[in-house]
């Protein structure tokens, strides 16, 4: 029987026959089982990545592929690293994982295949690699709620089921978000964390950390854990609840079996691994940066001092509770909140170690939510970590909800050692088989799953990523000689191939280009680091991208008179200019720009100069609606006509040559 006793199920109705109590299975039943189960949801999560084809928010490549692309391929190869690249807040940690998959894919594919085929290969990559962090998250939610209820129970299956079926983990989970990686890192550490710290003393005389494997446990998950933080310095909430409850037993039942010696061993366990991860991490940036930064201090400075996250968007105190948690949660939210409630108090049907598990899990959340809630800057994706932690918090009434026991399972008195020398005497629950109710809800459950994720993925916001597929392929049509990603080679100097007028990072940009000799150019979204918070200065200043979309005038167009002043302000004005002068060969942006561009290149004087013919030659249904006014309706593809010409004069060339 297991050492942890099952929830018990609600009481079924007599039956004439008790029923036959199941068996264990046999341990290496188990381990074949676990394996079955990883190599499943690894297969499953790398047709997630493949099927996966949609926009969502920029850091999936500003703050993960362009700086890994950059690592890959140099300094010349094009990568856009913003602004927090430029002034270290973010550690290289993560971008590293994908810049090292870069360069050895490089060296592997490019003696084998052609350039095009290549970045195809290329671009899919950092998915596949997140895939398998994305299926490592499911397992440890699986294997974190078998290790509380017991493997004998079919919670711990219901909690996998909810992380596999859950559209917002189908959306997010195989996105290259630090959030993602940070999500996986959190549930393995919570995993491997030693949660005997949180029994009853009188149940078990030995100190929790000198039973036999849990130091090594602690170890992994410190580890784990200080990565987490390095890369999100918010993770550090989740580890301070857990904390605050194992030291302080606030809430919790029973005795504390924490003694002197064992916060020594923890204090210096959480310095020794803290300090290995902060040393890796370190070296990492100094590889990177070029000299010794430490990029948390860099990111709070930033964010916090100097408050410029606000200007990234400002919502209000309760979003994380009427939309972060319901957005995680979608269909599951009443189970999560059920289950967030219940864990705060002791239940009868579960022990003292259960219940005080699942009172820090939920304290976590709770403190979590509320610490963030502060912050005037707020994203679903900074409470993502919590989600695996909803999941096993909800499974219980998940379970007891859509399921009625067959036969009323069997409590049998069970007698466990701990450690040599110790007995404590416990009561397990045999598994019996079980059915099916409210089918009905569970299948219009389901179905709204399987509609958002189907959404979600294939969809909303595809033409952003598709956009980059189609200027990739026409580069490679018109300059076949320039299809080079060393940064060593010498890059032939071409046109400005492609500009983009939409709001700034609304599309991939080098993973997906990947040629550094096609040069394209955006509208920027720079933070106004040069002045003070709450200065004046600061409330009037607008951006790039802002300043394009400012509306003017009783029609309330924007955008000509920045095309006019900024853009294109130059009085020598050439298809081969340099800056401010240079024309593109592309124009992109959603369709209501249209108006835009053709009442400048029409109508004003200084487009008219130009010489620009627009032609619409790519657009992109890029999903049903969109929040952002300037990102409604498609996306579009203009050719300005401008290198016509003389693609004609090359194409003659080339037939004499």
């Known amino acids: 029987m297991s050492d942890e006793p099952a929830i018990k199920t609600q009481k079924a109705p007599p039956v004439a026959v008790p029923p036959v109590p199941l068996t264990k299975p046999h341990r290496h039943v188990v381990s074949a089982q676990i394996k079955d189960v990883l190599t499943l949801l690894l297969v499953f999560r790398f047709i997630n990545a493949i099927v996966l084809r949609t926009f969502f928010q920029p850091d999936e490549y500003f703050q993960a592929l362009e700086p890994a692309w950059n690592m890959a391929f140099g300094d010349q190869s094009g990568a856009w690293l913003t602004w927090e690249w430029q002034h270290q807040l973010r550690s290289s940690l993560h971008p590293a994982i994908f810049g090292v998959a870069y360069k050895v894919a490089h060296w592997s594919l490019s003696s084998f295949f052609p350039p095009s085929f290549e970045t195809f290969l290329l671009e899919a990559l950092p998915k596949l690699i997140q895939s398998v962090f994305a299926a490592l998250g499911d397992f440890y939610t699986w294997q974190l709620a078998t290790s509380i209820f017991g493997d004998e129970s079919n919670i711990p299956w219901t909690a996998l089921w909810m992380t596999v079926l859950n559209p917002w983990q189908w959306y997010c989970s195989t996105r290259t978000f630090s959030n993602s990686l940070e999500t996986t890192l959190t549930i393995a550490a919570l995993y491997y964390w030693p949660w005997d710290l949180l029994q009853d003393a009188k149940s078990n005389k030995q100190e929790p950390l000198q039973a036999k494997g849990n130091l090594g446990s602690l170890r992994a998950s410190l580890i784990l854990a200080a990565v987490a933080v390095l890369l999100r310095p918010t993770n550090l909430l989740i580890w301070l609840g857990v904390l605050t409850l194992a030291v302080t037993r606030l809430t919790l039942d029973g005795e504390s079996p924490i003694k002197t010696s064992t916060l020594l061993v923890l204090a210096r366990e ?388």
């Open 270 to 657: 959480i310095i020794v691994c803290g300090s290995a991860a902060l040393s890796v991490s370190l070296v990492s940036d100094r590889l990177y940066f070029g000299f010794w930064t430490f990029p948390p201090y860099k990111w709070l400075h930033f964010n916090i001092s100097q408050s410029l996250a606000v200007f990234y968007g400002h919502m209000p105190w309760h979003y994380y509770l009427s939309q972060g948690i319901p957005l995680l949660t979608t269909t599951f939210l009443p189970f999560a909140l059920v289950g967030l409630y219940k864990s705060t108090s002791s239940s009868k049907a579960l022990t003292t170690l259960q219940s005080n598990i699942l009172k820090t899990l939920s304290f976590a959340v709770l403190s979590m939510v509320g610490t963030l809630s502060i912050i005037s800057h707020k994203e679903v994706r900074f409470i993502y970590p919590l989600l695996p932690i909803l999941h096993i918090l909800a499974a219980p009434y998940v379970f007891n909800f859509f399921t009625v026991p067959a036969a009323a399972a069997t409590p049998t008195p069970a007698t466990t050692a701990p450690a040599e020398g110790t007995t404590t005497s416990t009561t397990t629950t045999t598994t019996a088989t079980v059915t099916l109710r409210h089918k009905i809800s569970l299948a219009n459950l389901l179905s709204i799953n399987l509609l958002l994720a189907t959404y979600l993925s294939i969809f909303h916001q595809s033409a952003a990523v598709s956009v980059t597929t189609f200027l990739r392929t026409e580069f490679e049509r018109i300059h076949p000689d320039s299809l080079s990603l060393d940064s060593g080679e010498p890059i032939p100097k071409q046109e400005l191939f492609a500009l983009f007028l939409t709001p700034c990072h609304s599309t991939p940009w080098r993973s997906h280009l990947a040629y550094p000799a096609l040069r394209a150019r955006a509208l920027t979204c720079e933070p106004p680091l040069h002045t003070a918070p709450g200065s004046v200065e600061r409330q009037e200043y607008l951006d790039e991208a802002d300043r394009f979309y400012k509306k003017k005038g009783e029609d309330g167009l924007y955008g000509v008179d920045f095309l006019r002043e900024e853009m294109w302000g130059g009085g020598h004005l050439t298809s081969g200019g340099q800056g401010q002068e240079e024309i593109p060969r592309y124009i992109i942006g959603f369709e209501g720009i249209e108006e835009v561009l053709n009442k400048f290149f029409e109508q004003d004087k200084r487009g008219r100069e130009l010489g620009v013919e627009l032609k619409k030659v790519w657009s992109g249904w890029n999903g049903a609606f969109n929040e952002d006014w300037r990102r409604s309706g498609r996306l579009v593809v203009w050719d300005t006509g401008v290198y016509e010409g003389v693609e004609e004069v090359k194409n003659i060339f080339s037939a004499f040559a």
